[in-house]
């Protein structure tokens, strides 16, 4: 995925560059928007985590809101972007089986993202991006000693690499498409008492794939 990715960056920087220079205003100033999509979230490379000897994927559908601006630098369309997604996403497993995804049994919280992104003008009402930045994300668990249960949170923190095609609909709307790819290399565990403890190694893994809609003003 990641080659991908860094093959849309060459692509871009390839492509027409008078078309970049045009900055159709449809594609700057300020924007919000609403997404929607796939989401799937999975021990990284690194770990070995299975149900039923095949290894999981935790899919559900993501949904959610974003805000950005948006400008014209030297011929090439940059921006700051952040958003507040949710997910359906979820495990159903034995709730004393510990071991599952590694965390035990788990369902998708809140996702926060901010970053930047640059593209250019595929034609005068197409625009092809990169992007990338910080992401933070939930895992709520549910753990149990087959007795009691309890309601606890992961917070994981880590960066989110992603590319995609925006559409300009008239001179103010907008539809895009993206895939994102999200890696998470720490976090710490919270107890519903507030105490949090120190941050830990992890290797978790995030694909989506993304629809979005939204108005610039």
Known sequence: ????????????ALA???????ANPAFTGFRVGALAGYD??????????DLDGDDQTVNGFLYGGEVGYDFALSGVLVGVEGEYTGSTGKVETSRTDPNFFGFGRVSTGRDLYVGARAGILATPSTLAYV???YTNARLNVLASDGTTDQRENFELD???????????I???AYAKLEY??????????????????????IDTDRHQVVAGVGIRF
């Not at 027409?16 to 045009?22: M, R």
């Open 180 to 201: 994102r790819y999200s890696n998470y290399s720490n976090a710490d565990f919270q107890f519903t008492d507030g105490v949090t403890t120190d941050n830990f190694g």
């Open 16 to 22: 027409t560059p008078a078309l970049a220079q045009d």
């Open 170 to 172: 008239g001179t103010r």
């Open 131 to 133: 992007k990338g930045g």
């Open 1 to 12: 995925m990641r080659t991908l990715i860094l093959g849309l960056v060459a692509a871009t």
């Open 158 to 168: 880590g960066y989110r690499l992603g590319a995609g095609v925006e559409q300009a």
């Open 40 to 49: 799937g979230i999975r021990p990284g490379s690194s770990e070995d985590s």
